[in-house]
């Protein structure tokens, strides 16, 4: 079974520019997270979907992040413009639904360097 | 709210040896579920066990091992017979019933030497 795949996996780039991160679930997992991981920290939920529809953004940074899930499958997080603080890895993951036992499996991660 | 409580920040221990990560929650959900995972250097959260608040046995996959302790709110992590590629970054997390946001604790750097 294909694991969760995300790409770039690393991204250097200056404050103010945009950056934009792809992932694609494990097939057939409703469920679909952007976590942000500061290094040294815990990674921190940014958003999650249930299929194509947004269940939690509420720490999300909506001034300068965005994300969609247009078709329920893959999903794109887009940092515009970046700051320096938003230098993280971040990962996406993905379950078969919201149900508290299922696993959730998380995606290498990509790393945002903003200088 | 949920808070997840890794009070180790950093842990060794000598190859072949077991190890215990604690991790303390805190919650008002009558039911959730607890998980830890492993993060090596590459970056990837890599799960390693569940346990439902609800089970009466303690989860085991392979030499892991989580010590469930609810009234204690407490699933220490126990890793038995530890190998040199055991070196990570050990987090746990929780994830409520209604199935929104799995919380972290901020994790354990666990170094295994020789």
């Known amino acids: 079974e294909a694991g969760v795949a995300q790409s770039p996996r690393y991204k250097i780039i200056e404050k103010r520019q945009s950056v934009a991160f792809w992932c694609n679930p494990i097939?057939?997992?409703?469920?679909l997270y952007w976590y942000q991981q500061i290094l040294g920290q815990g990674p921190k939920l940014l958003i999650q979907?249930?299929?194509?529809?947004?269940?939690?953004d509420s720490q999300l940074p909506k001034d300068r992040f965005s994300a969609e899930r247009l078709k329920g499958v893959d999903s794109t997080l887009k940092i515009q413009p970046a700051k320096l603080e938003d230098s993280a890895v971040y990962l996406c993951?993905?379950?078969?639904?919201?149900?508290?036992?299922?696993?959730?499996?998380f995606g290498e991660g990509s790393w945002l360097t903003v200088v | 709210a949920q808070k997840i409580t890794q009070t180790q920040p950093g842990m060794f221990v000598q190859e072949k040896e077991a190890v215990t990560l604690d991790c303390t929650y805190d919650?008002?959900?009558?039911?959730?579920?607890l998980f830890w995972y492993k993060q090596p250097s590459s970056g990837e959260m890599i799960f390693l066990i569940y346990?439902?608040?609800?089970?009466?046995q303690n989860a085991t996959e392979g030499r892991y091992s989580l010590n469930f302790q609810k009234a204690r709110k407490s699933a220490n992590l126990v890793i038995s017979a530890s190998q040199l590629g055991d070196s990570a970054m050990y987090f746990c997390?929780?994830?409520?019933?209604?199935?929104?946001?799995?919380?972290f604790g901020t994790g354990t750097q666990l170094k295994v030497e020789l």
């Open positions: 919650t008002s959900d009558q039911s959730y579920g």
């Open positions: 097939s057939g997992h409703a469920t």
């Open positions: 346990q439902g608040s609800y089970d009466e």
């Open positions: 979907f249930q299929n194509n529809g947004v269940v939690d």
């Open positions: 993951a993905s379950s078969l639904d919201r149900t508290a036992g299922n696993t959730i499996y």
């Open positions: 997390a929780m994830r409520p019933r209604g199935g929104n946001k799995l919380t």
